[in-house]
């Protein structure tokens, strides 16, 4: 708390203003807020730069708006990481559905296409990416354990585990579940999906054993037949798939009712 009054204090002596100047520049965004809460008085600027006295939100933002300093980056000299909202929120949880009302920056999924360094149209592993991208703001899976989780994107021509999963889905992925389960389900929601590396690239679906090979089973809407890996040297279990963050429409279905639809329809 200290330093971030510190910092405050630079902030203000760069701007060569007196602990004056600040309480009449107050006084000016306390008038436009219609609000005494904005306002700072001498005392009190004196004891936030000197006495680590945390401010309210409110002369937060007063002294934001006077010294030209992003809201965030001050609150992140209070130990108030506001892009970690999303992500602490996940280990919360409440019986009720609800809605995510996080601002846009810490729900975008993935980086915009003209970033990506990927076929979008294929299923891929996307851990290894993210260290060229930085850190992205993955905010609602954030909140899972990045120490057993990795990430992977389903291919937009990945149809395999439609309905379940979506093409463009994003997928957590725990790395500590690799061992194919053999039961344990009680109905296709239950059973568990595997994140699959062959040497054609990757791969979603279930799974079962049958000697030293490995079956790959897709969801039965996308009629396609299971197949069959030696186990020890043309597939590698990345893991099991432990969260998924998708649109619930599809491109495909998109495509199929747009076409339905009458020109001049009201649905059109």
């Known amino acids: 708390m200290d ?9 203000r002596e760069r701007l060569n203003l007196t602990f004056r100047d600040v309480e009449q520049a107050s006084q000016v965004v306390a008038k436009r807020r219609g609000s005494d809460e904005f306002a700072l008085a001498l005392s009190r600027l004196a004891d936030i730069e000197n006495k680590g006295t945390i401010p309210s939100i409110y002369r937060i933002y007063t002294l934001c708006t006077i010294y030209r300093l992003d809201f965030d980056e001050v609150l992140h000299w209070y130990g108030v990481p506001r892009e970690h909202l999303a992500a602490d929120s996940m280990h919360l949880g409440f019986e009720t559905t609800h809605a995510f009302q996080f601002p846009l920056e810490t729900r ?12 979008v149209n294929r299923t891929t592993f996307l851990s290894d990416l993210m260290r060229r991208w930085g850190k992205l703001p993955l905010g609602l899976l954030n ?57 054609e690239g990757y791969l979603c679906g279930w799974c079962s054993l049958a000697g030293d090979r490995l079956i790959v089973q897709a969801h039965p809407a996308s009629q396609q037949k299971p197949r069959i890996f030696e ?16 649109l619930l429409e599809s491109r495909k279905r998109r495509h199929v009712r747009s076409a339905a639809v009458p020109a001049g329809s009201p649905d059109r």
């Open 143 to 199: 909140g899972i354990d990045l120490r057993q989780h990795r990430y992977g994107y389903i291919g937009l021509e990945d149809w395999s585990m439609y309905p379940i999963l979506h093409p463009g889905s994003l997928v957590s992925i725990d790395e500590s579940c690799r061992r194919i389960a053999e039961a344990g389900w009680t109905s296709e929601l239950d059973r568990p999906i595997y994140f699959l590396e062959t040497r």
């Open 3 to 11: 330093r971030a009054g510190e910092k405050l204090k630079r902030a």
């Open 108 to 119: 975008q999924a993935v980086p915009e296409h003209a970033d990506l360094e990927l076929d």
């Open 231 to 246: 186990q020890q040297t043309e597939i590698d279990v990345v893991g099991q798939v432990s969260g998924v963050a998708m």
